[in-house]
């Protein structure tokens, strides 16, 4: 049962973008003076950075922010690997671990990758669970009562290897493998609703969405068709003007609540300023970042949030020249601003962007 005591930022991804989060957070941590290398192998949804230096993994646990991690669904600061667990008795090992911390944890997690391999894991660490739990209550590691105190997180490989490490409450993904569990109703044109609704959770605090998402607002979806964004931003009581020179469907429009009009998202201009717009149309991502900027930069909306489908050999390049695009076009404009972005779970080959002028 070696242990190994190795500090190390472990991240979770989606399967095959492995080498774009190891460029991201290899870029963050540089930005921060620490330097490091990334450890990934292709298609197994997690990688590891192991960064230089006795102090490197504490400067990054108090300055690297998760929410600036476009690609990683979770960030793990991790000290201790253990292998060769034994099948009859992994508690004891797990156990010594966790102490290697050196910190109280007021909830454990037991994760694996988001692949069918790992996810055949997931009865297990269900079963399992509860033995660690009580083993780490004994110990006075694990404090439930303090819900302040970090996450502790047991990341399986397989059953005989784990990787043990602790999330920070206020800068990690609240939702366990960092992948939240909708239920988006029947009702919804298409299952791209999900992802706005994932969006609005992942994108915006609570206070901005009680904020910034009031019944009555009026909202433009630029591409609807069949209309999943407008059915999303319909249930939380938005007016919805949906532009799609397709079909939207015709559920959609039986109540006051949507509009459609025939027309090209990239053409059409709202009379007057709106609260919102929301564009999932599928075209270059330069393309679509240079239309959300331009709607803010105009003052046609408030809010935007819109989808950027990334060119698979150079994600993490297009994702940069993106930004830069929005940052030229709102400096032009002298308009300050907020730009978040993240690869949800519900994208695939694209990311999804939250912007809105600052203030």
């Known amino acids: ?25 290899s870029a963050a941590c540089a930005d921060l003076g620490i330097t490091g290398y990334a450890k990934a192998k292709p298609d197994t949804g997690w990688l590891l950075f192991v960064p230089h230096g006795d102090e490197a993994l504490a400067v990054l646990r108090a300055e690297l922010r998760f929410a600036d991690l476009v690609f990683a669904r979770q960030l793990v600061f991790c000290s201790a690997y253990v292998d060769d667990l034994p099948a009859d008795d992994r508690v004891p090992a797990l156990v010594e671990a966790v102490k290697t911390l050196g910190s109280r944890c007021g909830s454990v997690c037991l994760e694996t990758a988001d692949t069918n391999e790992a996810k055949e894991l997931s009865g297990f660490c269900r079963r399992f669970q509860p033995h660690l739990e009580r083993a780490l209550i004994g110990e006075h590691v694990l404090h439930p009562k303090d819900k ?25 993904s609240p939702w366990p493998m960092g992948i939240p ?12 609703a999900a992802k706005l609704a994932e969006a609005l959770l992942g994108l915006l605090t609570e206070q901005e969405r009680n904020q910034r998402l009031v019944p009555g607002m009026r909202a433009a979806d630029l591409g609807a068709a ?5 059915w999303q931003l319909a249930q939380r009581g938005l007016r919805v003007i949906a532009i799609d020179n397709g079909n939207v469907s015709p559920a959609l429009l039986k109540g006051e609540m949507v509009e459609h009009v025939r027309a090209d ?30 709607w803010i930069a105009h003052g046609r909306c408030r809010d935007t949030i819109f989808n950027l489908k990334l060119p698979m050999k150079k994600r993490y390049d297009e994702l940069e020249r993106c930004r830069a695009i929005i940052d030229k076009r709102l400096r032009e404009a002298d308009v ?17 962007a939250y912007l809105r002028r600052a203030g």
């Not at 302040?148 to 999330?167: C, E, H, K, M, Y």
């Open 148 to 172: 302040r105190a970090p996450r502790l997180n047991v990341f399986f490989i397989d059953s005989s290897q784990a990787w043990v490490g602790l999330t920070d409450l206020a800068n990690s």
């Open 336 to 352: 300050p601003y907020v730009l978040r972005i993240k690869h949800l779970y519900h994208d695939r080959e694209e990311v999804t």
């Open 226 to 230: 069949p209309g999943g964004w407008s």
């Open 265 to 294: 998202g990239f053409h059409w201009r709202p009379r007057g300023s709106l609260d919102w717009m929301v564009c999932d149309i599928v075209d270059q991502p330069s393309r679509i970042a240079l239309l959300a900027a331009d």
């Open 1 to 25: 049962m070696p242990l190994h005591t190795t500090p190390a930022l472990l991240l979770y991804c989606r399967p095959g973008f492995e080498n774009d989060c190891a460029k991201e957070v």
């Open 181 to 192: 569990r909708l239920r988006i109703s029947r009702d919804a044109p298409s299952r791209s």
